[in-house]
Nanobody, 119 residues
């Protein structure tokens, strides 16, 4: 069984920073793309940033220049450094990973971590 566990969310003032972490554990064969998505109240889940197995990154326009995704391959962990946070960044942030196990290749999601940007 595979688990993705996020941490690092919280309440921050506009202009502040947060660093999210997502660690994958369990019977993992290989991990391919990993990424961060978010869902604000009343809105659909949207992509924030992804990172491939080779380290290539992709960002939503709203995240470019403010957020940085990174990956620690030894720890099966990704991070999202979020700077210059805005109230509109308030959402539940979810980790996603494309992982192979003995049962095959599947998409996995974490439970989410709340980020609230407010004064």
């Amino acid at each position: 069984q595979v688990q993705l566990v996020e941490s690092g969310g919280g309440l921050v003032q506009p202009g502040g920073s947060l660093r999210l972490s997502c660690a994958a554990s369990g019977s993992i064969g290989s991990i391919y793309d990993m990424g961060w998505y978010r869902q604000a109240p009343g809105k659909q889940r949207e992509l924030v940033a992804t990172i491939t197995r080779g380290g290539s990154t992709n960002y939503a326009d709203s995240a470019k220049g403010r957020f940085t995704i990174s990956r620690d391959y030894a720890k099966n962990t990704i991070y999202l450094q979020m700077n210059s946070l805005k109230p509109e960044d308030t959402a539940v942030y979810y980790c996603n990973a494309d992982i192979t196990t003995m049962r095959g290749r599947s998409d996995y999601w974490g439970q989410g971590t709340q980020v609230t940007v407010s004064s």
